[in-house]
């Protein structure tokens, strides 16, 4: 059994910052891609980042230079620092991460980390 867990979401003024943290934990032989979604009340979950095992890392257009993902591999831990937060990025995050546990590859969701912008 996998799980993921987020945490680090919060309240937070437009222009600042904060640092969200996804934990794997259960059976992993290894996490082979880690991505970061977000989705609001009537839209779609939309892709904001994500990083493979070899460090390559993509960001949607929306949050370039503002965001940042990275992996720690020996915490099997992911972490999406954002900056320069705008009311925008308002939204329940998720951690999405494909896992390869007991020889199989599955992809896995966390629970969401609400972030909120406002003054």
């Known amino acids: 059994q996998v799980q993921l867990v987020e945490s680090g979401g919060g309240l937070v003024q437009p222009g600042g910052s904060l640092t969200l943290s996804c934990v794997a934990s259960g059976t992993i032989d290894s996490i082979y891609v880690m991505g970061w979604y977000r989705q609001t009340p009537g839209k779609q979950r939309e892709l904001v980042a994500h990083?493979?095992?070899?460090?390559?890392?993509n960001l949607v257009d929306s949050v370039k230079g503002r965001f940042a993902i990275s992996t720690d591999v020996a915490k099997n831990t992911g972490y999406l620092q954002m900056n320069t937060l705008k009311p925008e990025d308002t939204a329940v995050y998720y951690c999405n991460a494909g896992i390869v546990t007991l020889g199989k590859r599955l992809w896995y969701w966390g629970q969401g980390t609400q972030v909120t912008v406002s003054s």
């Open positions: 990083i493979t095992s070899t460090g390559s890392t």
